[in-house]
Structures are given as structure tokens and as C-alpha cells.
């Protein structure tokens, strides 16, 4: 039976150690991804938040252009794409969405829907998409996601999101374990996992 999947792409689809070259040689830092223990990145850099926050709006575009993608994640993508429909649903904002498009038709990923909601706030777009399994590689998204929609919730696994999950969020390493949980999910009666 198709499915609908709503795919985070910061982080999930794209390396989450994208942005560290750029902040390293933006602020003259030797951040390593290890290091990068919370999801917020200010306390990492050695400017404010607000000089922090005008530098990451200006440089966006760059940053989203030259990110990589998650080892395994094209090839996972473009298989479920032949059965499953794909929301990719990101915190970008809508004036990105052409650097958006345009990166994944370089990086040779199918897409159903791109949508730049502009915020973190994931839980309507989620509802109103009728999405029924989420990835995530925010914590508190996932769990969100999970708890005010009732559907499992895939969260990439990295230094950064280390609190701890509730059952229906599951936690994987990579795209190929993430493969692997959703084709056994698939192999359940319909909804076994649905209020996991």
C-alpha cells in the first residue's frame, strides 16, 4: 500500500556535518562534528546570536548549494520513490526553494512535494499532508511529530540529539538502517506501528 513519507532535509537528506566547514572558515574555528552536542549552534561560534543569525541568513543559499548528501540516502530515496510518495518538509524558508529544487535535481533525487515552511514547527504541515512516517534529526521535532500525530518518527542518529526518545521515535545510524526498519514496518498489518 502507498505510502506517504515526510523527509526532513537538513541533516537527513544532507550530511549533518554540512555547515561545520562553512562556520569553521567563516569564524576561524576548528569545530569538529563530535563536538557539535546540541542542536543550536551559537554556543559554538565566538559572535552573538544575533551576528550569528546574519551571517547564517546571508549565506544560506551557499551553504544549501554546496551541502552533501547523507551516505546512502539518494540511493534509499529513489527506491521508496518508485512505490511511496515523498514530502520533503523543511525549516527553510520559501525563498529558498529554488536553491532547494535545483539541489536535488543535481544530487538525482525524485521528489513528490517540497515544502519551506520557514519554521521548526512541524506538526500542522505534518497533519495536513496526511504524512504517515516522519525523518527527522531534531530531537524535539521527532518527538513532537511522533506524540501530536500518532506515526513513527525515524531520527538520524548524531551527537546532537542524544536526550532520550519515546518508543514510536526510532533511532537509526543511517539510511540503510532506516531502509530496513521501513520495510518491516511495511510487512506489518496496517497500523501495527501506528500509536507504537
Known amino acids: 500500500m502507498k505510502k506517504r513519507f515526510g523527509i526532513d532535509i537538513d541533516g537527513t537528506v544532507t ?11 567563516a569564524f576561524n574555528l576548528n569545530l569538529t562534528y563530535g563536538e557539535i552536542n546540541q542542536y543550536d549552534l551559537t554556543p559554538f561560534v565566538n559572535v552573538s546570536k544575533e551576528v550569528f543569525a546574519h551571517w547564517f541568513t546571508e ?27 515523498l514530502f520533503f518538509i523543511s525549516a527553510r524558508g520559501p525563498r529558498l526553494y529554488n536553491v532547494t529544487e535545483k539541489w536535488f535535481i543535481d544530487h538525482g533525487i525524485s521528489f513528490d512535494h517540497i515544502e519551506l515552511i520557514g519554521s521548526h514547527e512541524k506538526v ?20 513532537a511529530i511522533h506524540e501530536e500525530c500518532h506515526i513513527p518518527v525515524i ?9 532520550p526518545i519515546p518508543k514510536g521515535v526510532i533511532r537509526v545510524n543511517n539510511w540503510t538502517e532506516a531502509s530496513l526498519w521501513v520495510k518491516n514496518w511495511l510487512s506489518q498489518p496496517e497500523n501495527y506501528y501506528r500509536y507504537a
Open 124 to 143: 500542522e504541515i505534518t497533519k495536513k499532508y496526511g504524512i504517515d512516517i516522519f525523518f527527522e534529526d531534531k530531537h524535539d521535532n521527532a518527538v
Open 59 to 85: 549565506n544560506e543559499p551557499v551553504i544549501y548549494q554546496g551541502s552533501p548528501t547523507a551516505p546512502g540516502a539518494r540511493k534509499v530515496l529513489n527506491k521508496w520513490k518508485k512505490v511511496h510518495e
Open 15 to 25: 550530511s549533518p556535518t554540512s555547515l561545520i566547514p562553512f562556520i569553521n572558515k
Open 155 to 163: 531520527l538520524f542518529d548524531t551527537p546532537y540529539n542524544q536526550d
